[in-house]
């Protein structure tokens, strides 16, 4: 075998220490410029998926916690009007009666979602504030999951919002410290 000879990774056919690409078979040849620059073609690809993955979860929360935050404002502000309209309701009233529901204790109960949305959507804010400057991996999983858990919307909204924790929680490489610990 000549000795400025090496051999195909892909097919073992003998090729010249200068080809770029296998003849036989078109495998960029192993430490050649063409591997190397379809190593980078491959690492930007990735880098721009991820990136495009990153996007996407922080226009998830935003869209989530902007809303959140200001229906929860909006339910802790008209707690006492909301408790009227229903007390006027007398299906309302009737129901109120069976279950022993007091208008303090329908006032309490649109606080308390009120809080529980606000809540939620602040977790769920400064998350997104960490994947977009890709710090605090670690608070933005812990922060979106709590966001979620305090969700009271619906088990839906709760399920979506465990993806997204997945979902940053698997983005941990795209982070600049990938955990605070460290
Ligand atoms: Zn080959």
Redesign the pocket.
Known sequence: MESNSK???????A?STEAQ???????PIAGSRAEAERKQALKDYEDMMSENRRMWVMFLMIIYAIPAIIVGVYFVVNAAQFTDILFQNSDFIAWALTYDVTPAMTESMFNYLGYLLIASGACVAIATLCVFKRRYWLVAVVLTLIGSLLFCGSIFGVLIGLMVTWMIYSMRDSFIDGSIQE
């Open positions: 051999f195909c990774t892909q097919c073992g056919k090729v690409y296998c003849s036989e078979c078109g495998t």
